[in-house]
């Protein structure tokens, strides 16, 4: 046989030898998903993270033709579901609703089976939630400049609430206390509703809440809204101004995206980044996140995991400055 014939034909069956290991891989990304997809959630049902939640699935369900289908692992402040998730194969089937308690909870507890970074793929963000920074109308500030300087001068004055040690209301006031060098005794609660009625009746005096939990109270004035904590302002109040206009760099959200068990085919993981950045382009889920007092946050799986890092670094030193510990 000629040496060159003979050549080619080596060369042509090295070539398809090299793709057969890739070819089962392609299929069962371009036919994903095959089953319904459980979409894991840490928190019980009717809250914002569930409601974004079954909004996305609805919207994944109805673009793939197969089920996504949201499962409430409620407790230990989203750490059962996110070690459960951390757990199962990394096929794509198991998803987890990732959320800023993730990033918080790297730092504020101790002795985690799991890491939030390292065991888990970050597949995309969703929407990123607006707080509010508030204070009983007892309080002489109407401005965030106003209440530094009121804070600064009445150290033992002010007590801040929260719906408990490492919530996102909680690190967002001890952020802002380690930004300005203020003092405000912190004082946990279980739940937002609880801090919240405090706040109204006027037992404690300056809350971080979320906006959609907090603008009714608002505009009825029992309380009076200072800034939003987010970088941007919020379009259900516009002329409300945020803390980063005063105090440079502060930024603060709870926020919602789709985490993986690490180790996910990368094509995957792609085709639910593709998915879920086409689901925050339909208008009716954008009208019902600017209801909830938020804001889609597109981007790719690497952008998402880029924030994540961020995050749990920011966390982790407001944390560590407030002393801050698991209950």
Not at 13 to 28: F, N
Not at 152 to 160: S, V
Not at 244 to 267: L, Q
């Amino acid at each position: 046989m000629d040496i060159a014939v003979t050549r080619r034909r080596f060369i042509q069956c090295a070539a398809t030898t090299s793709m057969l290991p890739i070819i089962p891989h392609v299929a069962a990304a371009q036919s994903y998903p095959t089953r319904a997809v459980r979409l894991i959630v840490g928190y019980a049902p009717g809250g914002a993270t569930d409601i974004t939640a079954r909004l996305l699935a609805q919207s994944l369900s109805t673009r793939f033709g197969q089920q996504f289908v949201v499962e409430n692992r409620p407790g230990a402040a989203t750490n059962i579901a996110t070690g459960e998730v951390v757990r199962t194969p990394p096929d794509g089937y198991t998803l987890l609703m990732a959320t800023a308690a993730n990033a918080i909870n790297s730092s504020l507890y101790r002795q985690l089976s799991f890491d939030f970074v390292r065991d888990l793929d970050m597949v995309a963000g969703i929407i990123k939630m607006q707080n509010v920074l508030e204070v009983h109308p007892s309080v002489p500030a109407r401005t965030v400049s106003e209440l530094v300087a009121y804070a600064k001068d009445n150290p033992t004055k002010l007590t801040f609430g929260s719906a408990g040690i490492g919530s996102p209301g909680h690190v967002s006031g001890e952020l802002f206390k380690m930004m300005t060098g203020t003092k405000m005794e912190h004082v946990p609660y279980r739940g937002v509703a609880p801090a919240l009625s405090d706040l109204i009746a006027g037992h404690i005096q300056v809350m971080i809440d979320n906006m959609a939990t907090a603008i009714d109270h608002i505009k009825t004035g029992a309380v009076r809204a200072l800034a939003v904590t987010t970088a941007t302002r919020s379009t259900l109040l516009p002329e409300l101004p945020t803390i980063g206009e005063t105090i440079t760099g502060y930024d603060a959200s709870s926020w919602f995206g789709v985490s993986a068990p690490k180790g996910t085919p990368r094509d995957v993981v792609e085709i639910l980044n593709r998915a879920i950045n086409a689901t925050l382009d339909e208008p009716s889920i954008v009208e019902r996140f600017e209801k909830l007092g938020g804001a889609a946050m597109p981007g790719s799986s690497a952008d998402f995991q880029r924030f994540v890092v961020e995050e749990t670094d920011k966390w982790g030193r407001v944390i560590r400055f407030a002393g801050a510990k698991a209950e």
